[in-house]
């Protein structure tokens, strides 16, 4: 007992002055010192008597530096995926209407988190707006929410953890988060959170949000230190993120009311300069490589019925992070029926090499719900196999999720929504590009799908890095030595 006690005592002080992988960036190789009593860790001939932590989350924090477009974060085949409450508490409350979320490992523990964004409550103590239609002044005035971030744990529940997420400007909260654009902005190996928001009920937009993880684990809203414009207000109903200008760091690009895109360029630090950069007026962005030629394309979609004739298709970008109005491949069209277009995003459903698109359709008024499947042929060509209808009733696509969910080695397509409907739908890939529809709740079958009791209203205690790199380096050394002892 007195040789186990010295030992977790030897590696508590190792794992004060441990140093974090070798000079080249591998991670050193451990072995046990002569005597017994301490590990020993050689980096190439280099010899270093500190421990070195090595835990799950290294696999998660490459995969973060890796990323080039925001769907390869959203699509991480690493992180357990699953069917989310819609409103979980206390977004009920906190939002009207338009719940959105995203499934994403924030705090790199290996393990899945989940927040949600969604619409200021227009009826309230703080705010009354006329048919829905909110002044910037009113909606100033208002109490908004915040995001609301839940974290997992290795039981399978997901925290509510709001002294996480922290806004303190004067005018804090969102009035309508209509995009969700995680990546690591800052370059920490943390991913952050762009939230794009259009306001309520006119066509000028609001103020975004943007959270940059700190040192100390959590996010702070760092719109006025780390944006160009801070309080610069667009109806950005598209949105996406990626490095379009191949620099090595991740970019945000936004849709603005006939007014093209704007991009919002990283200096790598997280710093964002907005610039216009070509575009169209469009109601659904999404960024991929859509002709393999290294950098990310965007890819439009809006109202096919709208006078002004938006574009469904494809902005090429030059090279340079510019996606120029002239230089575009028009997608086909269903402007009768089918004629809007809230949300598209792309994936290789054909195991190709190339990327294939999904659009979400709805019709008039944003009733009925519809899929529209392209496949890309190679060489700027594409293939149009047709609308895949949902329900003619309420309940429009607003997520686009790609996992294989039968196991069969290609990528099928999860639809999510705010209505029961549809939300949980699947598209199930069975190859040469014939897909089948399962609605819910036959769709349940191929996913977990969260309850009430997952959801806890009482925040975990979160470590910092160091903190958990002594958790798991002590716990892992106990198990060695109780293993040692018991031979």
Not at 21 to 31: F, L, T, Y
Not at 346 to 369: E, H, P, Q
Request: net charge negative; hydrophobic share 35%; charged share 25%.
């Amino acid at each position: 007992m007195k040789k186990l006690f010295l030992l977790l005592i030897l590696s508590f002080f190792s794992i004060q002055g441990f140093a974090a992988g070798c000079p080249d960036g591998s991670e050193p190789v451990k072995s046990i010192s002569a005597d017994g009593t301490y590990f020993v860790y050689n980096c190439g001939g280099i010899t270093n008597t500190a421990t070195s932590n090595s835990d799950s989350s290294s696999n998660k924090t490459s995969k973060v530096d890796s990323a080039k477009s925001g769907i390869s974060i959203e699509n991480d085949p690493n992180i357990d995926f699953f069917k989310p409450l819609t409103k979980p508490f206390p977004t009920e409350y906190l939002y009207s209407w338009g719940f959105m979320w995203r499934i994403a490992d924030f705090n790199n523990d290996g393990l899945a988190d989940v927040i949600y964004i969604g619409t200021m409550v227009l009826n309230s103590n703080s705010i009354q707006c006329t048919y829905q239609v909110c002044s910037d002044q009113q909606i100033d005035n208002a109490d908004k929410p915040q995001p609301v971030l839940y974290l997992g744990d290795a039981d399978g529940n997901l925290y509510n953890s709001p002294e996480l997420l922290i806004d303190n400007r004067d005018n804090k909260g969102m009035a309508l988060g209509r995009q969700l654009l995680i990546a690591d902005y800052n370059n920490d190996k943390v991913l952050d959170i762009y939230i794009a928001d259009h306001g309520v009920g006119k066509a000028d937009g609001y103020r975004d949000s943007y959270y940059l993880s700190q040192p100390n684990g959590t996010w702070l809203e760092s719109s006025n230190t780390h944006l160009s414009h801070g309080n610069f207000k667009v109806y950005d109903h598209g949105g996406a993120t990626g490095d379009i200008d191949n620099d090595g760091d991740m970019d945000v690009v936004i849709t603005a009311m006939s007014a093209g895109f704007w991009c919002l360029m990283n200096d790598g630090s997280g710093f964002l300069t907005k610039r216009k950069c070509g575009g169209s007026f469009a109601f659904a962005l999404e960024l991929a490589d859509m002709d393999n030629d290294g950098d990310l394309d965007a890819i439009v979609g809006g109202h096919e019925n709208n006078s002004s004739g938006m574009l469904t298709g494809i902005h090429w970008n030059d090279g340079q992070g510019n996606f120029m109005p002239y230089n575009t491949t028009p997608l086909t069209q269903y402007k009768d029926k089918w004629g809007i277009i809230p949300e598209v995003s792309a994936s290789d459903l054909d195991n190709d090499g190339d990327m294939d698109i999904v659009y979400s359709r709805t019709g008039k008024s944003y009733k009925g719900a519809a899929i529209q499947i392209i496949e890309n042929l190679g060489n700027k060509k594409f293939k149009d196999y047709g609308i895949i209808p949902l329900v003619s009733a309420d309940g429009w696509i607003d997520g686009i999720r790609f996992r294989d969910l039968d196991k069969d080695g290609d990528i099928d397509v999860y639809l999510s929504s705010e209505r029961i409907k549809t939300s949980g739908s699947v598209v199930i890939n069975n190859g040469n590009f014939d897909f089948s529809l399962i609605m819910p709740r036959e769709s349940y079958e191929l996913y977990e799908k969260l309850d009430a009791n997952i959801y806890r209203s009482a925040s975990k205690k979160v470590l910092t890095k160091e903190e958990q790199a002594m958790e798991d380096e002590l716990a892992a050394f106990e198990a060695e030595l109780a293993a040692e002892l018991g031979q």
